[in-house]
Nanobody, 121 residues
Framework: QVQLVESGGGLVQPGGSLRLSCAASGIIFSISTMAWYRQAPGKQRELAAVIRSGGTTNYIDSVKGRFTISRDNAKNTVYLQMSNLKPEDTAVYYC???????????????WGQGTQVTVSS
């Protein structure tokens, strides 16, 4: 099994910054895409940012210019640097990774437990 553990969430004032981390552990042969999703109260989960194995990234429009996703392949870790946070960024943030556990295996989807981000004065 592959475990994803997020950290770095919390309460921050509007305009502030937070950095989320997500470390993957377990038997891992390789990880392709890593991503951060978020789910606000009463809303569907949405893809906030994604980074592929080659380093290309994509963001939803509402976070472009404010969020930066990055990864450390040696540590199997993905980060989300969030700046100029707004109340509408309040959500539970989930880490997602597409990983396989052996050379001959298939890629499977793995999720973290989520970390709460609250933006409020």
């Amino acid at each position: 099994q592959v475990q994803l553990v997020e950290s770095g969430g919390g309460l921050v004032q509007p305009g502030g910054s937070l950095r989320l981390s997500c470390a993957a552990s377990g038997i891992i042969f390789s990880i392709s895409t890593m991503a951060w999703y978020r789910q606000a109260p009463g809303k569907q989960r949405e893809l906030a940012a994604v980074i592929r194995s080659g380093g290309t990234t994509n963001y939803i429009d509402s976070v472009k210019g404010r969020f930066t996703i990055s990864r450390d392949n040696a540590k199997n870790t993905v980060y989300l640097q969030m700046s100029n946070l707004k109340p509408e960024d309040t959500a539970v943030y989930y880490c997602n990774a597409d990983a396989k556990r052996s050379y001959s295996g298939s890629y499977a989807d793995y999720w973290g437990q989520g970390t709460q981000v609250t933006v409020s004065s």
